[in-house]
């Protein structure tokens, strides 16, 4: 008996062995085709699938997924992957997994990692954009946006205003959200991260210098000097034109202008009419001429600028442009010709001294010599005026001495033809506009007056 029990166990124990194997090699076959239970795609369990068993389910898993996103507790939006034009290009990561598995290992599991290399999940871009951008427009109604820290002026000084996150979603960052929750196999995705973001803080390194320039801009006063007087730019004024844009200190060019104008229109002297003491007739006004300065605002206006921004206490003359300016205002001088065409007579005035005394003879009525505060400003010897006589016809005549005063033609020379000077002369025989001069006297004149002198007539 114990010999025949003996060889039953044994029998069994052969059996069990057999079957153990069968089971072993049944299951070394099976795995080299099928993967190993628990093996885990893109958090798809695809244990004891075939390949193309496999493929179709995580294509189908991908296809039927949705994706639901969320603003913390919010639910925001929903979206299919067939919607997203989702596809899959996994099949040789699948077939690296297969390849690589033990299927005569006696573990039986296998968890294969999931990353954007090995996932290979196409979108449909177009789709994924219109989605994100529709569900960010809808999101975005009614939240705060994000603002930039920036520069403001507050009182006589500036500072920086700190940056404001806002509650504004993103379009690229949610984009960015919803693509990586797809490649991971995730089903909601979170956007309390996608905000928009400030991209300049109150800790930004230029805008605390350009605050500190602005500050050391807003403190310094300027001083005209211009004609006599003395003028202050202060610092209220000066803050009152810079600012802080796109990333510099700006000075407002319009107002700027605005204060050059103002000036040249309260002291400039070209284009106005002079008060004049006269020789004889007490103060007259005599219109304006040619003669005359003014402010270059245009050329004046980058040298203030400069000034200004260069931060410190500033003195300056503004550029002038045209003639008679002087440091203490006079203008017209003590250096001139006066002609008084209601007493027919001319003086020249060198450094406030008479030097000539002339009667003269100026345009006919019809063709008065234009009144003015005119000006030399050329001299020519041996000279052919040319023009119009009254009926029309030309005439030349030749000057040995040719001074021009005005834009039309007028001027002083000499005038051999007149057999008289003074009086009533010119009524029936005066010129046309010219201011004709005894001939000895024009040549001293000539001597006597530099080019630039003003001729003031009246």
């Known amino acids: 008996m114990k ?3 003996k060889l039953i166990l044994t029998i069994s124990g052969a059996c069990a062995v057999l079957i153990l194997g069968a089971v072993y090699i049944y299951r070394g076959v099976f795995y080299q085709s099928h993967y190993l239970p628990n093996t885990q795609v893109e958090n798809v369990n695809i244990g004891k699938l075939t390949y193309q068993q496999a493929q179709s389910k995580l294509t189908k ?13 919010k639910s925001l939006a929903t979206i299919t992957g067939k919607e997203l034009g989702l596809s899959r290009n996994s099949g040789g990561y699948l077939k690296k ?40 427009d809808q999101a975005n109604q009614g939240r705060t946006a994000t603002s930039n820290a920036k520069v403001v002026q507050e009182s006589a000084s500036f500072k920086i205003k700190p940056e404001v996150q806002g509650t504004q979603l993103d379009q690229a960052a949610v984009k960015a959200a919803v693509e990586k929750a797809i490649v991971n196999g995730q089903r909601k995705v979170q956007v309390d991260q996608a905000y928009v973001k400030p991209t300049v803080t109150q800790d930004n390194s230029k805008l605390k210098t350009e605050v500190k320039s602005l500050n050391e801009v807003a403190k310094t006063t300027g001083t005209y000097t211009l004609a006599g007087k003395t003028l202050t730019i202060t610092p209220e004024m000066i803050t009152s034109w810079i600012s802080y ?40 006004t005599v219109p304006a001429g040619i003669y005359g300065w003014s402010i270059n605002v245009s050329s004046e206006l980058p040298k203030l600028t400069a000034a200004i921004l260069a931060g410190k206490d500033f003195t300056r003359t503004p550029t002038i442009q045209g003639s008679g300016y002087s440091k203490d205002g006079t203008d017209i001088g003590n250096t001139y010709v006066e002609v008084d065409k209601e007493n027919q007579h001319m003086w020249v005035y060198i450094n406030g001294e008479e030097k000539i005394s002339t009667d003269i003879v100026t345009g006919k009525p019809k063709q008065a010599t234009p009144s003015g505060v005119w000006s030399v400003w050329a001299k020519e010897r041996n000279s052919t005026l040319k023009g119009k006589n009254d009926d029309g016809s030309d005439y030349a005549s030749k000057v040995s001495y040719w001074m021009p005063i005005d834009t039309t033609g007028v001027g002083i020379h000499d005038s051999p033809w007149q057999p008289k000077y003074g009086g009533d002369w010119y009524k029936e025989h005066g010129s046309h506009g010219c201011i004709n001069t005894p001939p000895e006297t024009m040549a001293k004149v000539y001597d006597l007056v530099p080019i630039g002198t003003p001729v003031l007539v009246f």
């Open 3 to 5: 010999k025949r029990s």
């Open 61 to 73: 898993k991908l296809v039927n997924a949705k994706y639901q996103l969320y603003d913390n507790q």
């Open 97 to 136: 997994i297969l390849a690589n598995q033990n299927s005569w290992s006696f573990s039986n599991k296998v968890s294969a990692e999931t990353t954007s290399d090995v996932a290979a999940v196409k979108v449909d871009q177009a789709a994924l954009d219109a989605f994100v951008k529709e569900t960010v």
């Open 245 to 284: 844009q796109d990333g510099q200190v700006v000075v407002d060019q319009t107002a700027l202008t605005n204060y050059l104008s103002g000036l040249n229109s309260q002291y400039a002297t070209y284009n106005r009419s002079r008060e004049f003491k006269s020789t004889k007739r007490g103060t007259v």
